[in-house]
Structure formats: C-alpha cells, structure tokens
C-alpha cells in the first residue's frame, strides 16, 4: 500500500529487567495472590493531611493487607508523623505506608493486587 504509517499506541513496555527489593519481595511474599491493595499517586500528588488519614483509615477498614506508597501529607514533615493514632501498631505486618520512592513496574507485576 506504500502509505506512511504512524503508531499512536498502546506501546507495551519491555517486562522490567531489574529485580524488586529484597525487603519489598520479603514483604510481599507473605501474601496469597490476588490479596493486596496497592496505592501510588505518584510525586506530583500531595495529599492534606486530612485525606491521607482517611485514606489509610479506609484501607484498614478493608481488613486486606496493603502497599501505600504516598508522599508526606502537604505540611508535615514525615510519613510517620501523619499516620493515625495508633495506625502503627494495630496494622503492623497488614500494611505498609512508605514515602519513598518503589519499583511501581517490578511490585505490580507480582500478582498479588486485588486493586489499585
């Protein structure tokens, strides 16, 4: 037909090369596939502080272990100074809530995610 042809999508990446962290693989190897939350609004998303409690409190309202990997809320300082009241203790193992940055291809192409 000898007509130009310009590819406009989807373009499947290359399946990632690198292997996922070792406290990450550790973590997420406790887990029955298809079991897991994960959450990732990226760097560009800062949270109020208000909507980053209600969002953990809203996870652990599920009772399913999750991944969160979120940036401090919008004027606090860390992610561990922002979490609920006794967050810590009663998810400790069922949740993690980690400000910096993860391997988003290599975790989520593990197939433990119930939803993201």
């Not at 990632?16 to 406290?23: A, T, Y």
């Not at 029955?32 to 980053?52: H, M, Y």
């Amino acid at each position: 037909m000898d007509k130009p042809v310009t590819l406009a999508g989807p373009v499947v990446p290359d399946a990632p090369s690198s292997q996922l962290e070792e406290k990450w693989e550790k973590w997420l190897g406790g887990f029955e596939p298809k079991t897991v939350i994960f959450c990732a609004f990226g760097s560009e998303c800062i949270l109020k502080n208000e909507q980053f409690q209600e969002l953990l409190l809203g996870f652990e309202l599920t009772g399913l272990p999750f991944f969160a990997a979120l940036k401090p809320p919008a004027g606090v300082e860390s992610i561990e100074s922002a979490l609920p009241e006794g967050f810590e203790l009663r998810l400790k193992g069922k949740g993690v809530v980690y400000g910096g940055w993860v391997q988003q291809p290599l975790i989520l192409s593990t197939h433990l995610w119930v939803a993201l």
